[in-house]
């Protein structure tokens, strides 16, 4: 049974979802379609990925209830500022097909582009809330100092950080940051984007547990009380990733995986400070 984690605008989202970034949009369809069947009720797609029409597609093919299904989609970096946000979300909703969104992020925070000015694409993301075709607004990638920045100009805080968190790369800086201000963290990458999965003490743990690696470090996550989305595009990981809340790591456990921390060393993605993508 999947858990809730409640935000701080009082509404609450699936602790487990499904990622989509990396499938093809020749393959979304099937594989959302699987998901869903497997049970999966949050699905996290992002503009980049050029995959929410098919995202869309499966979910409205899946026959499940629109407010059972948690959908979050993410601005692309070539978007940032007011217009370009506006006109975005109203795509973003017509290829989703749906009339509400339930969370809407600012992708990466970009500091190095449109003059480090962050702040007014917050001011529009909030904006986007107000005739309530948005439930929840976040951000994704941002440092402490970006959080300050945006909370200090407008006085709200984001419902989410999304933010590369793994055992390779606890990232307790930002995750603490988002803490502080009441932000779920949500943690992209959960697996390492696979490169945790050979690790020889998840191994072991593993062998412990009689558990997958995979169901081991998602359960570490999980156990950490952040917000997960795995991908896989096959069906037997799907399920797999999804059998997570009928055993539990015990503290030693625990202590061994969050001494794997490599610091930054362990990133599997880029700086969030010096990313400046557009693409
Ligand atoms: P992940 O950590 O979920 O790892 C995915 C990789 O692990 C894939 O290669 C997959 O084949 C493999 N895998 C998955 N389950 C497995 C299993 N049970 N056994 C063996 N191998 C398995 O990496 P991710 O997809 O990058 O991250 C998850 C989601 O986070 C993405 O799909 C996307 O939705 C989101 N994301 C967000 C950002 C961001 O900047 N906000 C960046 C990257 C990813």
Not at 81 to 91: A, H, K, P, Q, T
């Amino acid at each position: 049974m999947v858990d809730s984690v409640k935000l701080n605008d009082s509404t609450s989202i699936p602790q487990l979802g499904f990622g989509t970034y990396l499938v093809p949009p020749e393959e979304t369809v099937a594989t959302v379609a699987a998901a869903l069947e497997v049970g999966y009720r949050h699905i996290d797609t992002a503009q980049m990925y050029g995959n929410e029409a098919q995202v869309g597609e499966a979910v409205a093919a899946s026959g499940i209830a629109r407010d059972d299904i948690y959908l979050t989609s993410k601005l692309n970096n070539s978007k940032h500022g007011r217009d370009d946000v506006l006109r975005s979300f109203d795509e973003t909703l017509e290829k989703l097909k749906v009339d509400r969104l339930d969370l809407f992020l600012i992708h990466w925070p970009l500091p190095t582009r449109y003059d480090g000015d962050f702040v007014a694409t917050w001011k529009a993301m909030l904006e986007l809330k107000e005739d309530g075709r948005l439930t929840s607004v976040g951000v994704s990638n941002f440092q402490p100092d970006h959080l300050q920045q945006i909370v200090d100009a407008t006085g709200v805080a984001p419902a989410v950080n999304q933010i590369e968190a793994h055992p390779y790369f606890r990232n307790d800086a930002a995750r603490l940051a988002s803490h502080e201000h009441a932000i779920a963290v949500e943690a992209w990458g959960p697996l390492g984007q696979g490169a945790v999965l050979k690790d020889a003490v998840i191994g072991e743990i593993a062998a412990e547990t009689g558990r997958a690696a995979s169901q081991v470090i998602l359960r570490w996550h999980l156990q950490r009380g952040d917000i997960i989305f795995p991908k896989s595009m096959r069906r037997e990981r799907m399920e797999e990733n999804f059998a997570i809340f009928d055993f539990t790591l015990n503290d030693e456990q625990v202590s061994r995986i969050d001494a794997l921390d490599q610091g930054a060393a362990g990133r599997v993605g880029p700086d969030p400070d010096t990313f400046d993508w557009i693409g």
